[in-house]
């Protein structure tokens, strides 16, 4: 799909999210053929986008935001079945008998009449293209060597706005399957560790898709400016550093 990027209304604001008075969460406002899409950076991996009307959740987690003051979903999308990104009373607060759930199958255990979608699948949610992507470790493993996330086990998604497609990568490592995408225009990626990737890996995986814009998210203790200094020879590349620990 045709990049929008040079087009890009770009917004960075800090507003007062209905969550609180207390609370207080960047926003950015991308410009798409199809309308305005407004993201909201909860934290973590946790995100909020706003499109024609919609509101779409993203792993809800109820240690981030009061959940009784957000807006209810129109979708929620769950990349995996940790407790960080499936929180069952976040999800209670936010879902309601019109809302679709889009996740994993080891979700659906926890998590009853949602849509199922394993890797590689491909579907079209109120009028929103959602493309799932493998999203697991290689490298990283926990002492008994099996990796922090399995193969098959998570998703990470691509989803369509118009002429934009934004991928939000869940828990992964910089994975062929991540290398191989093409025409990304916005691309959240994961750098906290030891669970996903070190800003090397991310740096790599960016080089090899070449996003137009990258935001490093659920990055935790890792200096995220580190991102940049890797990418500083990559201009095609924009490094957006949000609030996203």
């Known amino acids: 799909m045709t990049r929008t990027v040079l087009a890009t209304f770009f917004l960075t604001a800090l507003c007062a999210c209905p969550a609180s008075a207390q609370e207080l969460f960047e926003k950015d406002i991308i410009k798409t053929t199809a309308g305005d ?49 499936l929180d069952l009373s976040a999800l209670q607060h936010v879902r309601n008998d019109k809302t679709t759930v889009i996740l994993t199958s080891l979700c659906a255990e926890k998590v009853a009449g949602g849509i199922v979608m394993k890797n590689g699948d491909a579907m079209t949610v109120m009028g929103i293209p959602v493309t799932t992507i493998p999203a697991y470790n290689i490298a990283h493993k926990r002492d008994n060597g099996q990796p922090f996330h399995v193969k098959g086990e998570g998703n990470g998604y691509v989803l ?4 934009t497609q934004v991928y939000i990568a869940g828990d ?32 790599d995986a960016a080089k090899a898709f070449r996003p137009a814009v990258l935001y490093p998210y659920h990055y935790g203790d890792t200096d995220p400016s580190r991102l940049v200094d890797l990418l500083k020879d990559s201009p095609d590349i924009e490094v957006r550093i949000r609030r996203m620990r």
Do not use: Q
């Open 37 to 85: 899409l407004t993201v909201t950076f909860i934290g973590h991996g946790t995100l909020m986008l706003g499109f024609e009307g919609k509101v779409i959740h993203v792993d809800p987690y109820s240690r981030l935001a009061d959940y009784t003051k957000l807006p209810a979903a129109d979708m929620i999308l769950l990349t995996h079945h940790h407790a960080d990104h």
């Open 160 to 163: 369509s706005f118009g002429d």
């Open 172 to 203: 992964t490592e910089n994975i062929p399957e991540m290398k191989a995408l093409k025409g990304i225009d916005y691309a959240f990626l994961p750098m906290n560790l030891p669970y996903t990737m070190t800003p090397e890996m991310v740096a």
